[in-house]
């Protein structure tokens, strides 16, 4: 009996060990709150962004404002901080846009983006009109001083 008994406690800690932990990934709605900080995109189109190139953004909750710090249309490699305000709309099957008009009528964002999988750290932007469109952004604590200097 204590041989049966022994090999049923190994069977039951050998599955136990063995057994994947999946660990539980908490994602946020999407809402001007969960959306507010200062974030760096680090992927485009799946793959990192340049050594040399950079986008920061800040997202403001009140006024749903935004903030751009970026050199990935500069060809002289100088930073443009650009403004405006966004707006998030649900669609029934795409889920969460985010859309954004630029200030001084300078027209709105070439694309509108399905947010994805937002995180207290990460968020996966997905174009509508292009899938192939995406960016990973990751919360950081604030944007480098020698970044908003180009203010």
């Not at 959306?35 to 986008?55: C, I, M, N, S």
Request: aromatic share 12%; proline share 4%; glycine share 4%.
């Amino acid at each position: 009996m204590r041989i049966i008994t022994a090999f049923a406690a190994f069977v039951v800690l050998t599955l136990s060990c063995t057994k994947e932990q999946t660990p539980t990934v908490e994602y946020l709605d999407v809402n001007p709150n969960n959306l507010a900080g200062d974030w760096k995109q680090v992927e485009w189109r799946g793959a990192p962004l340049h050594e040399a190139t950079y986008f920061y953004m800040t997202l403001v909750r009140k006024d749903k404002q935004f903030t751009f710090y970026q050199n990935v249309d500069s060809i002289e490699d100088m930073a443009h901080v650009i403004t405006g305000r966004y707006n998030i709309e649900t669609d029934p099957e795409l889920g969460a846009i985010i859309i954004g008009e630029y200030d001084y009528s300078s027209g709105f964002w070439a694309h509108s983006y399905i947010v994805k999988e937002l995180t207290q750290d990460s968020m996966l932007w997905v174009s509508v009109a292009d899938p192939a469109e995406t960016k990973k952004f990751v919360r950081v604590s604030s944007i480098p001083d020698n970044i908003k200097v180009a203010e």
